[in-house]
């Protein structure tokens, strides 16, 4: 069984600083996705950013970007200069190369103070 | 860009009413997917569908049911709807094999009375 966790419920950041948001994850397979989900108030889940498990570089998606330890199934998410339009839910989330089911984190509510 | 359509932005129903919950997605997507989230808790998987009148059950499907008919729609039923089924529902698509995650429709919020 997979599972990803998500040990921060709530974060804040100043306007234009960065933020990490932390994620671990466990699954048996050999070959996994993971991404970050982002859900503003508006509801509509979007797809922040994708790592394939078997590359060691880590992906960035403009001020997005992740640290992907995958001996300690580590997947972190890195927003540099946030802006107001961040604010939202974020989800981690893992899906295994087998049944095409992505797992979900409980999510972590990111404030961002003017 | 692949579009999922929830029928139903807010649903209000009674308790022990039959309750559908509508999801077309327009891309040929095989996989459809019914998640259930509740603050606290996340996305849970309800019920999942690979093809046409496919399904399997996820991590809490007592309660529900699921229909799929047609490629593009996958229904989500409440049999008997309950005070403890009022929450948030998630409709997604996928395709096969190609691990780009999932595509989301906006939700359901269903409150039960």
């Known amino acids: 069984a997979q599972t990803v966790t998500q040990s921060q419920p709530e974060m804040s950041v100043q306007e234009a600083e960065t933020v990490t948001l932390s994620c671990t994850y466990d699954?048996?397979?050999?070959?996994?996705?993971l991404f970050w989900y982002k859900q503003p108030p508006s509801r509509q889940m979007i797809l922040v950013i994708r790592?394939?498990?078997?590359?060691?570089q880590n992906a960035t998606e403009n001020r997005f970007s992740v640290n992907f330890q995958k001996a300690a199934k580590s997947f972190s998410l890195k927003i540099s200069d946030s802006q107001l339009g961040d604010a939202a839910m974020y989800f981690c989330a893992v899906l295994g190369n087998r049944d095409d089911k992505i797992i979900f984190g409980k999510g972590t509510r990111l404030h961002i103070l003017p | 860009d692949v579009k999922v359509t929830q029928s139903s932005r807010y649903l209000v129903k009674r308790t022990g009413e039959k309750v559908f919950l509508e999801c077309v997605q327009d891309m040929d997507h095989e996989n459809m997917f019914w998640y259930r989230q509740d603050p606290g808790l996340g996305l849970r998987l309800i019920y999942f569908s690979y093809d046409v009148k496919m399904k399997e059950k996820g991590d809490i499907p007592e309660g529900y049911s699921v229909s799929r008919e047609k490629k593009e729609r996958f229904s989500l039923i409440l049999e008997s709807a309950s005070t403890n089924q009022t929450s948030m529902y998630l409709c997604a698509s996928s395709l096969w094999g190609r691990a780009r995650g999932y595509t989301f429709g906006s939700g359901t919020r269903l409150t039960v009375v």
């Open positions: 790592q394939e498990a078997y590359k060691q």
């Open positions: 699954t048996s397979e050999s070959d996994y996705y």
